[in-house]
């Protein structure tokens, strides 16, 4: 069974604190490893795909790498409106539930001015 | 464009009774998924669609059934509502080809509280 396991729950910072979010997963053949961003009372939305270990995404102060068993969201000098709620998912491969993604509960964001 | 949209926005519920959920996308997509999201459990999988006219279970599909009649509408039903069924539901659409990263787009989701 495909599982994501997402740590810490929730992390404060300030303003200009970097840090890191894990992701954590087991998988039976990686396809795929998505990061969503998700603000209070909206749907997630999307950020970056990684596909094999070693890779490495970057959006603004956001760059996301890849392991063969975990990856990281690296947040360099946030700003209070990186504070969202940010989801980790996996897509196996093979399988009939086409691009069914398994989510993280997700790390609660919280940067402080 | 507008994307993914959900209808409605939130509904009370009383325990047996039933409703919809709507879910419509511009974007021509052929698979549309439903999610339920929880606090500490993150989104679960309840039906999913590759097409107009196909529908299949996920991980959580009992107590629920779905609809797509039209590629671009996907129907999430309740027949005999539970409080177990409190939930923020999600709709999310996608290419079987498209986007770099054949990423989900989500909507903005119905929060559903039964009583």
């Known amino acids: 069974e495909d599982q994501v396991t997402q740590s810490p729950e929730a992390l404060r910072l300030q303003e200009g604190e970097s840090s890191s979010l894990n992701c954590s997963y087991t998988?039976?053949?990686?396809?795929?490893l998505f990061w969503y961003r998700q603000d209070p009372g909206k749907g997630p939305e999307f950020l970056f795909t990684?596909?094999?270990a070693g890779e490495e995404k970057e959006k603004e102060r956001l760059k996301a790498t890849l392991t063969k068993k975990e990856s990281f969201l690296h947040i360099t000098a946030p700003k209070p409106e990186d504070s969202a709620t940010y989801l980790c998912?996996?897509?196996?491969?093979?399988?009939?539930?086409?691009?069914?993604?398994?989510f993280g509960q997700g790390t609660i964001l919280t940067v402080h001015p | 464009n507008a994307g993914v949209t959900q209808t409605p926005k939130f509904r009370v519920l009383k325990t047996g009774q039933s409703m919809t959920l709507l879910c419509a996308q511009d974007?021509?997509?052929?698979?549309m998924y439903w999610y339920r999201q929880d606090p500490g459990m993150g989104l679960r999988l309840i039906h999913y669609?590759?097409?107009?006219?196909?529908?299949a279970k996920g991980e959580v599909p009992d107590g629920y059934n779905v609809s797509r009649l039209k590629k671009q509408n996907f129907l999430l039903g309740l027949e005999s509502a539970a409080p177990s069924q409190t939930s923020v539901y999600f709709c999310?659409?996608?290419?079987?080809?498209?986007?770099?990263?054949?990423?989900?787009?989500f909507g903005p989701g119905t929060r559903l509280t039964v009583t």
């Open positions: 999310a659409s996608r290419s079987p080809t498209g986007g770099p990263g054949y990423e989900q787009y």
């Open positions: 998912a996996v897509r196996a491969a093979g399988g009939t539930s086409y691009g069914k993604l398994t």
């Open positions: 669609s590759v097409g107009e006219g196909t529908t």
């Open positions: 990684l596909y094999s």
């Open positions: 998988v039976s053949g990686l396809r795929g």
């Open positions: 974007m021509n997509h052929e698979y």
